[in-house]
């Protein structure tokens, strides 16, 4: 397949001689001045060592984040496996990024709902309250819009490219659930998910108004308002990105007064307003399962997530293929891209050449980067 060709590098990239970035300050000097280190390159962009730093340092937290109820060991096992594909994931991602300029991808309303997602979240006031919240955190403002609008362009690119390109046909989610019928033998669960209003640190009368407020969308749902778009537009709990979801509960995991309203629901039906320690919320049930080998049909969605996760990751990794086959990636010797494409060259590292003389008649070339195949 051919590669694309990139001739415009950046001046940055260009002096980089295979493996530094050379301080622009530094051009007609007779030495460079090393400012950072190149580990890998993506056609015109470039990945630096601080990047790759910064990126290594936030594993543990990710980790964390993803296995709230995991031993530190676990943790560290999820952390060392992350570390090991850590280059190829920030590769994947500029290639995504770069694709997602090629097909004219715009993120920017999708930016401001999200970023009024996280506000609510935190229970901020303004997006300029989340702005000084963010820089408190030792994190510029700007950094941190452009890494929220890489993770939506990467999720659009990868919803229109492989995602919305999968099928699941019923016959294969009927030979899977006969295949799988004991994992549908189950005591009776109600699937759920919330409408949050936090409390957390308001006063006595501040809390009242909460509760109006909770009252008051209650009544909305009632009239036949959606619960996916009150919980986007006003939850303010963690659950807010899987639409409120909280997932599924068996008799006996929730506490009796929870579990004595949603046990009595069926499928779509939504509890009243119900106070917690640290806020107000109103719970829907997705789905009510009896006792027994649930039916065919209550179980089909939830097969049809199982074979598209199944398939989700081979076709990204294929997808991610194609996209290197058809880019320029370089990596600097010590670093592992473990989804390098074969023939993929290396980043040669060559000694910075100063400028002649200025006494002389002419100039020597400043040498551009090598390659090894």
């Known amino acids: 397949m051919k590669k694309r060709m990139y001739a415009g590098f950046s001046v940055l990239v260009v002096l980089s001689c295979a493996g530094l970035v050379v301080s622009p300050g530094a051009v007609g000097q007779a030495k460079g001045t090393v400012v950072e280190e190149i580990v890998a390159r993506v056609n015109n962009q470039i990945i630096t060592l601080s990047d790759y730093q910064k990126a290594s340092a936030g594993l543990r937290q990710e980790a964390s984040q993803d296995c709230q109820n995991c031993s530190q060991m676990q943790v560290q ?26 097909m004219d991808v715009s993120v920017e309303t999708d930016l401001v709902k999200r970023l009024d997602e996280v506000r609510k979240q935190n229970s901020l006031s303004s997006l300029e309250d989340l702005q000084k919240a963010v820089e408190s955190q030792g994190i510029i403002w700007e950094d941190y819009k452009t890494q929220l609008r890489n993770q939506l362009l990467t999720q659009e690119v990868i919803r229109r490219e492989v995602g919305g390109r999968m099928n699941i046909g019923s016959d294969e ?28 640190g308001k006063t006595p009368e501040e809390i009242a108004a909460v509760h109006t407020r909770a009252d008051d969308l209650h009544n909305r749902l009632v009239k036949g308002e959606s619960f996916d778009a009150l919980v986007k537009r006003y939850s303010e709990g963690s659950t807010v990105q899987q639409n409120g979801e909280l997932g599924s509960f068996e008799r006996g995991q929730l506490a ?26 109103v719970l829907k049930v997705l789905d009510h399962y009896q006792a027994g080998l649930q039916p065919l049909e209550k179980v089909e969605g939830e097969i049809s997530n199982v074979l598209y996760r199944q398939k989700m990751d081979p076709a990204m990794r294929a997808y991610l ?53």
């Open 77 to 102: 096992a999820e952390v060392e496996k992350r570390q090991k594909d850590l280059l190829r994931d920030m590769i994947d991602q500029q290639l995504l990024i770069e694709r997602a300029k090629d």
């Open 173 to 200: 989610v009927k030979k899977y659930y006969e295949a799988h019928k004991q994992e549908f033998n189950r005591p009776e669960q109600v699937y759920l998910a919330e409408l949050f209003l936090s409390t957390d």
């Open 256 to 281: 009796k007064p929870l579990e004595d309203a949603v046990f009595a629901l069926e499928k779509g039906q939504f509890t009243d307003v119900i106070q917690t320690k640290t806020g107000f919320e």
């Open 321 to 373: 293929g194609q996209l290197r086959e058809e880019s320029y990636v370089t990596v600097k010797p010590g670093y592992v891209d473990t989804a390098a494409v074969a023939g993929a060259t290396v980043i040669q590292e060559v000694a910075p050449t100063p400028d002649a003389s200025d006494k002389k008649k002419g100039r020597k070339k400043l040498p551009l980067p090598k390659a090894n195949s």
